[in-house]
């Protein structure tokens, strides 16, 4: 500034005997008299007027603008100080009184000509002129109508409505005491639910509900506000730390749903990395897509599960440019598992960091329920070894507690350093009330009994594969993957919606369709998710009723799709059957399905043998139930 400052005065005869810090003073020493822009005027203006130089450029800029002054010289000065120089009350957003300073450089950087409205005249104004200030504060007339509001949404509506992806919603009220029944509007309309995420019936678990009870009856109802204002305490840092034990993390981050977890950190993370490249898996969840959109930085899309054209994407950035990897472990409308471990190996050779939703897998796959990632490594996870797995090398693993676990939330886990970013930048977890206590608590309760009970999981695998293999035997078009998830292919948004409805009307089983945009158009489909409480009464009564509704509707058939030359995995030529990925010694039941094949091997189906392992494991449980 100073040497600016000495250039000048060599130049100018107003500056020559000026000392700087005498110019400085003089920009702060203001005179009574107001400025035309409101405020007051300092010496130096004043002195700047009187310029051959300074005073023409200063007279045509204020000529340019005209009477409305110049904007933010006054700055929030202006929003302070009446027509009388009096200070008037300040209003709730309103900034303290400050000095007018003077701008420097173009005001309108380039821009000079934009027309500003008219000033409002003062009281004192309007008195001495009211011909003048009749005509400023006259209204502006428009052309045209306003803005047909309810049309547009009549519109929107109408276009849902027109395509059969118009949403409807049934009145689902789940039954803690008779999982995995509810009842509709009236209690006597009792249905069965085949498409909860609750897929272990941990939401009327009695360790849950008893940890949530008591933490209800002793802290409240509500959290109180935000984790920085009065809604942090023992029930986060505990179910933070559960977590992140779970996942064998440094540290873990709860939001206030999972949606909100990869919207939040995505959007953090791309906006804040310079030049930033999210590489998106093309089936990746809407809440992860939004993440990328608002991070505003640049995106990749590679084909699902296809490593070779992540590679080739990689390939094709910079080496120094940061990259996120954003896939999940299971997508849950086809079912499909993501190839972590290659997707790692990339990472680490393209210099990327891995990003990866684990939310309709945690719970439901690993010794202690942390996901597919825990899973690959199945061995070293069950001897509490977990150095050197495919989930250590990820750096960003999310999930949910409101699917498995039963309860509501979601969170991230990884890094002390990366979790602090997130926590210190994210504004969808800065700004937004914490997570109830009590909800907390029934998470936390949930993790930790699933770590340490594989019963559940069990159960539910078998239901999978007995759903599974009775839809095959009857050509019912599953789409084939290795997971929990049940699909049922369509194919057609308005036949998806029927044969929903009269599952429902007909049958009293509730199963909700997916249509677009959960799905493309043209890959409509059922989602059926079995839990351990689908017992034989309810798996036999679900298959007749779809094998009933689709030869009502004229469904088509795996064969039929088969002769169309296959579509998304069904009835494809050649294509190799999709094996479970929890196999018979994971899940504890390899020697029991070995000495029920040798009793019947002349008879048994696989089919069969799956309900045969079902009834033991039932009788299993009913024993140790009469023991308790």
């Known amino acids: 500034m100073d040497s600016v400052l000495r250039q000048s005065k060599a130049m100018c005869p107003f500056m020559k005997k000026a000392t700087a810090a005498g110019l400085r003073a003089m920009t702060t020493a203001a005179r009574p008299a107001a400025s035309p822009c409101g405020g007051t005027i300092s010496k130096l203006q004043t002195l700047a007027r009187r310029c051959p130089v300074m005073g023409k450029a200063m007279a045509v800029q204020s000529a340019r603008i005209g009477h409305a002054g110049i904007p ?10 009446s027509a009388h120089g009096k200070t008037s009350k300040a209003k709730i957003h309103t900034s303290g009184a400050q000095e007018a300073q003077a701008v420097e450089g173009a005001i309108f950087n380039g821009r000079e000509k934009v027309p500003l409205p008219p ?6 104004q309007a008195a001495a002129n009211p011909l003048t200030a009749a005509r400023t504060a006259a209204p502006v007339t428009h052309n045209g109508t306003k803005f047909d509001y309810e049309g547009f949404y009549n519109n929107e509506l109408e276009k849902k409505h027109k395509d059969k992806s118009y949403r409807y919603f ?4 789940r039954l803690a005491k008779e999982f995995p029944r509810a009842h509709m509007s009236t209690r006597e309309e009792k249905v069965t639910v085949w498409c909860a995420n609750d897929y272990l019936g941990m939401g009327r678990n009695p360790h849950v509900l008893k940890a949530m009870h008591e933490t209800l009856d002793e802290y409240g109802a509500g959290a109180g506000g935000t984790r920085n204002i009065s809604g942090h305490n023992r029930h986060a840092v505990e179910l933070e730390a559960t977590i ?14 999972c949606y909100v977890a990869n919207d939040a950190t995505l959007a953090t993370l791309g906006s804040k990395m310079p030049d930033c490249v999210i590489l998106s898996d093309s089936l990746n969840h809407a809440s992860m897509i939004q993440g990328i959109r608002h991070s505003g930085t640049k995106k990749v899309i590679f084909k699902h599960n296809d490593v070779k054209d992540l590679e080739e994407k990689l390939a094709a950035l910079p080496l120094h440019v940061p990259k996120i990897i954003a896939f999940e472990s299971v997508y849950s409308m086809c079912g499909s598992i ?70 509501v939330g979601g969170y991230i886990a990884g890094s002390a350093k990366l979790v602090d970013t997130v926590r210190s930048l994210a504004p969808g977890f800065i700004f937004t009330t ?4 009590a909800v907390m608590a029934g998470a936390r309760a949930a993790i930790e009994y699933q ?4 019963g559940d999981r069990r159960l539910q695998q078998l239901h999978t594969r007995a759903v599974k293999e009775a839809l095959g035997e009857r050509d019912i078009p599953v789409i084939p993957n290795p997971s929990h998830i049940i699909p049922i292919l369509v194919g057609n948004a308005e036949l998806a919606k029927q044969a929903s409805d009269k599952l429902l009307q007909d049958h009293q089983i509730y199963v909700q369709s997916i249509n677009y945009p959960t799905v493309p158009v043209g890959q409509e489909r059922l989602r059926i998710t079995p839990t351990p409480g689908h017992t034989k009464e309810y798996r036999d009564h679900l298959v007749g009723a779809i094998q009933t509704i689709w030869e009502e509707l004229g469904i088509k058939r795996t064969s039929e799709w088969a002769a169309e030359g296959g579509f998304i995995g069904v009835g494809e030529p050649n294509a190799a059957a999709e094996e479970p990925l929890w196999t018979d010694e994971q899940l504890g039941i390899a020697e029991a399905a070995r000495t029920i094949e040798q009793e019947a091997k002349a008879t048994t189906t696989r089919g069969g043998l799956t309900e045969r392992l079902l009834e033991r494991e039932m009788e299993g449980l009913q024993t140790a139930s009469a023991a308790a």
Do not use: W
């Open 434 to 437: 914490s997570l109830p206590p």
């Open 119 to 124: 000033r409002i005249p003062t009281k004192a």
């Open 72 to 81: 933010g010289v006054a700055g929030r000065a202006m929003s302070t100080v």
């Open 244 to 257: 992140a034990k779970l996942h064998a993390q440094e540290a873990a981050l709860v939001f206030s749903s």
């Open 338 to 407: 993501g190839p972590i471990e290659e997707i790692c190996d990339l990472a680490e050779k393209y210099g990327a960091i891995t990003f990866l939703d684990e939310v309709h897998a945690v719970g439901m796959y690993g010794p202690h329920g942390a996901g597919v990632a825990e899973h690959l490594d199945f061995e070293a996870h069950a001897q509490g070894k977990p150095r050197g797995t495919i989930m250590e090398r990820i750096d960003i693993i999310t999930g949910t507690l409101g699917k498995a676990y039963g309860c």
């Open 451 to 454: 770590m340490n009970y594989n």
């Open 170 to 173: 049934n009145n689902i009220n």
